[in-house]
């Protein structure tokens, strides 16, 4: 009959699977929003530089068109900073699930260390029982 230990490694197994799976979406996760946050920051930067050239406008109209390209990159922004708002969300679901696996291994790795401790405990007391049930049976010389 095999021990609960070795019974159980297919799930120990299965769980350290599934918490380097998570570990790699939140990996994944992470770069996702480093980017996002690098767009949104170009994107600032670009806004400053626009804005900033043209405030030597000759004409209302070019001023007019200067104003609505600044105001399109305003909504650029506004868009990307929701952007940046939904991947912190997916960020946290991300972190949340990979510590619940992380948890759920290292429980189960607990569980399959106390088995094994119980069964190297239970193998030492049968050959101690074993000794002594040959030293009870040796013949003195």
Request: charged residues 30%; hydrophobic residues 35%; glycine residues 2%.
């Amino acid at each position: 009959m095999n021990s609960r230990s070795k019974r159980l490694q297919p799930a120990v197994d299965q769980a350290h699977q599934k918490t380097e799976d998570a570990l790699a979406k939140l990996a994944t996760q992470q770069q996702q929003l480093a980017k996002a946050e690098h767009q949104l920051g170009e994107l600032e930067r670009y806004r400053n530089e626009y804005a900033a050239a043209g405030e030597g406008a000759v004409s209302v109209s070019a001023l007019l068109n200067r104003q609505q390209f600044v105001a399109r990159i305003d909504q650029a922004i506004a868009q990307q900073a929701a952007e940046i708002d939904r991947q912190h969300r997916r960020l946290n679901q991300v972190r949340d699930h990979w510590k619940q696996a992380h948890a759920r291994e290292s429980a189960l790795g607990s569980v399959v260390a106390q088995h094994q401790e119980h069964e190297r405990r239970a193998e030492e007391r049968h050959e101690q029982a074993e000794i002594d049930e040959r030293m009870q049976h040796r013949r003195p010389r």
